[in-house]
């Protein structure tokens, strides 16, 4: 017990020293991930096709915010990509804040707008054990990145909530007040605040496949990424 949480505590030394260059001066990376993909279509439902609608807010959220901040993105196109390269992509940019956009089927057409993040609790379930490598002759120990997730989970939570407020003024539901916690791989993975976005429910009549739905979803989203990143918006003044 006491080797676990020296463990612990030596990895919550080192993202605080890595969270200051993550968050200092340096350049602002959002990275937007596009749900599904290739033959993962993700639900299927009223002839909505998720992976198309997920990719497709994606891209108007990243040119909306490409003059503003660096957008990086884990997948373009109509292709598989896995958990584990998501979660690459998403380390290596050096990224300040993760998006995944989403959507539901939910059985209450009454349900839109869900957002997760992770729980915060399941920390006690996570594995704290040392990594090993052969590197040449040499045998390295490293920590595992299965925990990132949870250092960051106070911003997370935080954007969350913020971005839940403003979804549920949208479609003039208060269904949660709070995201929904989880234990998602794809969040305890990156070194950086993620959350999980349900931005419409495919099995209500009310769903709208429309322009407008989709740029004025993003542009929700867009201008929570722009009060996270604290960016003035100059399109706005």
């Known amino acids: 017990m006491i080797r676990k949480f020296l463990i612990f505590l030596s990895i919550v030394v080192f993202f605080t020293f890595s969270s200051s260059l993550i968050f200092g001066e340096g350049e602002n990376v959002l990275v937007l991930d596009a749900g599904h993909g290739g033959s993962d279509t993700g639900i299927v439902k009223n002839n909505f096709v998720e992976k198309n609608i997920d990719l497709r807010i994606v891209k108007i959220i990243g040119k909306k915010l490409k003059d503003k901040v660096k957008v990086v993105y884990t997948r373009t196109g109509d292709v598989d990509v896995s958990l584990e390269n998501r979660v690459i ?52 120990k490293f920590f595992p990145f299965n925990i990132a997730g949870y250092y960051f989970l106070p911003k997370s939570r935080e954007f969350g909530t913020s971005l839940l407020k403003s979804l549920n003024n949208f479609y003039g539901k208060n269904f949660l007040e709070n995201p929904i916690q989880l234990k998602l791989r794809i969040l305890e993975n990156i070194a950086m605040p993620g959350i999980v976005i349900e931005v419409g429910n495919l099995n209500s009549k009310n769903f709208s496949d429309t322009d407008d739905w989709y740029n004025t979803i993003s542009s929700i989203i867009c201008d929570k990424i722009i009060e996270f990143f604290n960016i003035s918006d100059k399109n706005n003044e």
């Open 89 to 140: 992509t998403a380390n290596n940019s050096m990224g300040n804040l993760f998006i995944s956009i989403h959507c539901g089927a939910y059985l209450s057409a009454e349900n839109f707008g869900l957002i997760y993040i992770l729980n915060g609790n399941d920390i006690q379930n996570t594995s704290y054990g040392l990594l090993e490598q052969k590197i040449g002759d040499k045998t390295v």
